[in-house]
Nanobody, 127 residues
Framework: QVQLVESGGGLVQAGGSLRLSCAAS????????MGWFRQAPGKEREFVAA????????YYADSVKGRFTISRDNAKNTVYLQMNSLKPEDTAIYFC????????????????????WGPGTQVTVSS
């Protein structure tokens, strides 16, 4: 059974930083692309960042490019999201997700490319 568990969320002031972690189990983690999505109150879930199985290629939403960094440690089955220069509009529940396999590469920014999701972690940025 595949499980993804996010941690590291919390309350931070605008301009601050947080580091989210996602611990994965139940599949050969190093074989799959991974992603982070977020959902703000009253809004659709949106893509934030993604990373290939090797960590060699990363993808970012325009809204977070230059402020967020996705990384992974395959030895620890963990993917990270370092969030700097946080803004109130970054407030959302952040979800970790695991890619479906080779088809993930066709559209890593879309939800359908992922088949497992964590329960999410709340990030609140105060102004």
């Amino acid at each position: 059974q595949v499980q993804l568990v996010e941690s590291g969320g919390g309350l931070v002031q605008a301009g601050g930083s947080l580091r989210l972690s996602c611990a994965a189990s139940g599949r050969t983690f190093s074989m799959y692309g991974m992603g982070w999505f977020r959902q703000a109150p009253g809004k659709e879930r949106e893509f934030v960042a993604a990373i290939t199985w090797s960590g060699g290629t990363t993808y970012y939403a325009d809204s977070v490019k230059g402020r967020f960094t996705i990384s992974r440690d395959n030895a620890k089955n963990t993917v990270y999201l370092q969030m700097n220069s946080l803004k109130p509009e970054d407030t959302a529940i952040y979800f970790c997700s695991s890619g479906r396999g080779p088809s993930w590469y066709l559209a890593p920014r879309t939800e359908y490319a992922y088949d497992y999701w964590g329960p999410g972690t709340q990030v609140t940025v105060s102004s």
